[in-house]
């Protein structure tokens, strides 16, 4: 009988990516090492482990000792890279507060299955909270690429950036949004698609979606831009106040709660800037259930459709203002 | 003894003891004096762990330069950080920083923090003050050392209420797992946390028996007894392959009459003039520094 497929390693997903390309980027960068609490072979991480087996350390199924040592390890010279599922980097929340923030410890938080995205294993695993908790940390960038080859690229400016991260990966096969010649920066959003009549600002999986959106909205006549904003801090203020400047209507677009995330950091860059409406597509306070991905999406109102729909209503505030 | 024995194969060196027993009382009395002057502070387990601090500080921890630079150094990590009135005390003690520091405890714009932080504070090693964390942090430290071949020792000092804290387990477990012989974890059994006894919050016991069963090297010490002290470090310096956990029996407030053994101590607390007199006059303070560090 030959082993079961392992759901964790198939598919062009985010984690899968990042494991790649962490794997890769540690050749040249001597100074980091990989944490994991037992799960491995669903955060990409096992392409590490089976590249540079002594700069692989587990730590078993204890994420707040993992997380604080972290800290200490980095305290010595090493980069770490501590990873797990986002819901449990929730659990360690604390530790990354103090051991890793507090300390200013130059360690990468990086997290896969975070929001519906997680799919069928259901409400107790899908994070809807975690960019609202880190976000929330002095000091703490917080990183949400939009596909497969920007996860590589994130990955990489994340290591040769000096201080603390978290960044969310995802778990399921994700659509590409890039193909060659993107360039990834820290704190800067991106403009991948230009329009006048309203800014659709997307970051991880919702991006893909975003641009599907724009597509429906050209037909309808809208000329939608999308902005992927993968840094969701230090969010890129200049940027949110110039779509609110040039299109007059924003709608954010993420696999998390509405409160405290991407949506939270925009209406927040934008309200000290150059106020407009804004609309926020995002699960609205509520815990996720077991499904596919694409199914929850729908249900839960982070699709295409629901994002033109969410645009009209923001460009319908703007002309009654 | 094993420390002494081990000295005698060299030149004749001056028995520490006497030293280190200085090094106590003086930490003791700049931590009861930095509490009263910020008006607030943790006193009981301040004082119940001063003679360890002492012991590091004056004798076993190797910080060349005296400085939080050398990546060689053996660090040391208090775990319990409530007890930063005496951490901050005993590095003045010691001679690593002036007696300013632990007399400018908790005040605004000051680098002596309620609880170390190390961005203010070097020597600390790491930003504590959450029980459970600096175990684990103290843990990530030896791991890191032993990956870069770096041979020095990583100390941590847990409060007992602390082990109370999951993640002491946790990081039980992995310091075990890992073979962590360049770590050596202190607690400082006083027996009593914020609101009363241990034994009444949530026991411990049987508590060497618990590190025992994680797979360490658990001794049971006196931890007002230097000579002893000095002894289970060096036991725990020789033992290879795994962590040790010195039990440090303890007394909460030790040296004060009116605070020995009271969970009322524990603090935080404002001390009173009165009060601070008298303590600081059992503790051995001159009339002179009590004086000076009474006055605002």
């Given at each position: 009988?030959?082993?079961?497929?392992l759901?964790?390693?198939?598919?062009?997903?985010?984690?899968?990516?990042?494991g790649?390309?962490l794997a890769?980027l540690?050749?040249?960068r001597?100074?980091?090492?990989a944490l994991?609490a037992?799960?491995?072979?669903?955060?990409?991480?096992?392409?590490?482990r089976?590249?540079?087996?002594?700069?692989?350390?587990?730590f078993?199924i204890?994420?707040q000792n993992?997380?604080a040592v972290?800290?200490?390890?980095?305290a010595t010279?090493?980069?770490?890279?501590?990873?797990?599922?986002?819901?449990?980097?929730l659990?360690?929340?604390?530790?990354a507060?103090?051991s890793?923030a507090?300390a200013?410890r130059?360690?990468?938080?990086?997290?896969?299955h975070?929001g519906l995205?997680?799919g069928?294993?259901?409400?107790?695993a899908?994070?809807?909270?975690d960019?609202?908790?880190?976000?929330?940390?002095p000091?703490m960038?917080v990183i949400s690429?939009?596909?497969?080859?920007?996860m590589?690229l994130?990955?990489?400016?994340v290591?040769?950036?000096?201080?603390?991260?978290?960044m969310?990966?995802?778990?399921?096969?994700?659509?590409?949004?890039?193909?060659d010649?993107?360039?990834?920066?820290?704190g800067?959003?991106h403009?991948?698609?230009d329009?006048?009549?309203?800014?659709?600002?997307?970051c991880?999986?919702?991006?893909?979606?975003?641009?599907e959106?724009a597509?429906?909205?050209?037909?309808?006549?809208?000329?939608?831009?999308v902005v992927?904003m993968?840094?969701?801090?230090?969010?890129?203020?200049?940027?949110?106040?110039?779509?609110?400047?040039?299109?007059?209507?924003?709608?954010?677009c993420?696999?998390?709660?509405?409160?405290?995330?991407?949506?939270?950091?925009?209406?927040?860059?934008?309200?000290?800037?150059r106020?407009?409406p804004?609309?926020f597509v995002g699960?609205?306070?509520?815990?996720?259930?077991?499904?596919e991905?694409?199914e929850?999406?729908?249900?839960?109102?982070?699709?295409?459709?629901?994002?033109?729909a969410?645009?009209?209503r923001?460009?319908?505030?703007?002309?009654r203002? | 003894?094993?420390?002494?024995r081990?000295?005698?194969?060299?030149?004749?060196v001056?028995d520490?003891v006497?030293?280190?027993?200085a090094a106590?009382?003086?930490?003791?009395?700049l931590a009861?004096a930095?509490i009263?002057r910020?008006g607030?502070?943790?006193?009981?387990?301040?004082l119940?762990?001063a003679?360890?601090l002492?012991?590091?500080?004056?004798t076993?921890?190797?910080?060349?330069?005296?400085a939080?630079?050398?990546?060689?150094?053996d660090?040391?990590?208090?775990?319990?950080?409530?007890?930063?009135?005496?951490?901050?005390?005993?590095w003045?003690?010691?001679?690593?920083v002036?007696?300013?520091i632990?007399l400018?405890?908790r005040?605004?714009?000051?680098?002596?923090?309620?609880?170390?932080?190390?961005?203010d504070?070097p020597?600390?090693?790491?930003s504590?003050?959450?029980?459970?964390?600096?175990?684990?942090?103290a843990i990530?430290?030896?791991?890191?050392?032993?990956?870069?071949y770096?041979?020095a020792?990583?100390y941590?000092?847990?409060?007992?209420?602390?082990?109370q804290e999951?993640?002491i387990w946790?990081?039980?477990?992995?310091?075990?797992?890992?073979?962590?012989?360049?770590?050596?974890?202190?607690?400082?059994?006083?027996?009593?946390?914020?609101d009363?006894r241990n034994?009444?919050i949530?026991?411990?016991?049987?508590?060497?028996?618990k590190?025992?069963a994680?797979?360490w090297?658990?001794?049971?010490?006196?931890?007002?007894d230097?000579?002893?002290?000095?002894?289970?470090?060096?036991?725990?310096?020789?033992?290879?392959d795994?962590?040790?956990?010195?039990?440090?029996?303890?007394?909460?407030?030790?040296?004060?009459?009116?605070?020995?053994?009271?969970?009322?101590w524990?603090?935080?607390?404002?001390?009173?003039?009165?009060?601070?007199?008298?303590?600081?006059?059992?503790?051995g303070?001159?009339?002179?520094?009590i004086?000076?560090?009474?006055?605002?």
């Open positions: 009988m030959s082993a079961p497929a759901i964790a390693q198939s598919g062009d997903s985010l984690r899968e990516s990042f790649k390309a890769a540690a050749e040249t001597t100074r980091v090492v994991d037992d799960i491995a072979g669903g955060t990409g991480l096992h392409h590490f089976k590249r540079h087996p002594a700069r692989f350390f587990q078993g204890a994420e993992m997380m972290a800290g200490g390890m980095a010279g090493l980069v770490p890279v501590v990873t797990t599922f986002a819901v449990f980097c659990r360690a929340v604390e530790q507060r103090l890793i507090y200013k130059n360690v990468k938080i990086v997290a896969s975070p995205d997680v069928p294993d259901g409400g107790s899908q994070a809807l909270e960019l609202a908790a880190f976000r929330a940390i000091g960038t690429p939009a596909d497969p080859h920007e590589a994130a990955t990489e400016a290591l040769d950036f000096d201080g603390p991260v978290y969310r990966t995802g778990r399921s096969p994700a659509r590409s949004v890039y193909t010649g993107h360039s990834f920066k820290i800067k959003g403009i991948l698609r329009g006048n009549d309203v800014t659709l600002i997307a991880g999986v919702e991006v893909a979606r975003a641009m959106a597509e429906r909205l050209a037909a309808a006549g809208i000329s939608a831009r992927n993968a840094t969701i801090k230090p969010i890129d203020t200049d940027l949110i106040a110039c779509c609110a400047e040039e299109t007059g209507a924003i709608v954010t993420e696999d998390h709660n509405i409160h405290g995330g991407l949506g939270g950091a925009v209406a927040e860059a934008m309200a000290a800037t106020p407009c804004i609309e699960v609205r306070d509520v815990f996720g259930e077991s499904g991905p694409d929850l999406a729908e249900k839960y109102g982070l699709t295409a459709p629901h994002i033109a969410a645009a009209k923001a460009m319908a505030r703007k002309r203002g | 003894m094993t420390a002494l081990r000295a005698s194969t060299t030149p004749p001056p520490p006497p030293r280190i027993a106590a009382a003086r930490t003791r009395q009861v930095g009263y910020a607030s502070g943790h006193p009981g387990g301040s119940s762990c003679d360890l002492a012991a590091l500080y004056t076993e921890l190797n910080i060349p330069g005296g939080a630079t050398d990546p060689t150094r660090r040391f990590v208090l775990s319990k950080g409530h007890a930063a009135p005496a951490l901050y005390a005993a003045a003690a010691a001679g690593y002036s007696d300013e632990p400018a405890l005040r605004i714009n000051t680098k002596a923090q309620g609880h170390p932080h190390v961005l504070m020597l600390s090693e790491t504590t003050g959450s029980l459970g964390q600096g175990f684990s942090a990530g430290m030896a791991l890191g050392l032993r990956h870069q770096i041979d020792r990583v941590t000092l847990l409060g007992d209420g602390e082990c999951g993640e946790e990081g039980a477990m992995c310091a075990a797992h890992h073979g962590l012989s360049n770590l050596c974890a202190i607690v400082d059994y006083n027996k009593l946390q914020s009363d034994a009444n949530m026991g411990l016991e049987p508590f060497a028996a590190w025992r994680f797979g090297n658990a001794l049971e010490i006196d931890g007002h230097i000579k002893a002290i000095l002894a289970a470090l060096t036991t725990a310096a020789e033992t290879p795994q962590p040790t956990m010195i039990i440090a029996h303890t007394l909460k407030g030790k040296g004060v009459s009116y605070m020995e053994d009271q969970a009322l524990h603090g935080s607390v404002k001390m009173k003039p009165d009060e601070t007199r008298h303590a600081l006059t059992e503790l303070a001159s009339q002179s520094d004086d000076l560090w009474m006055t605002p």
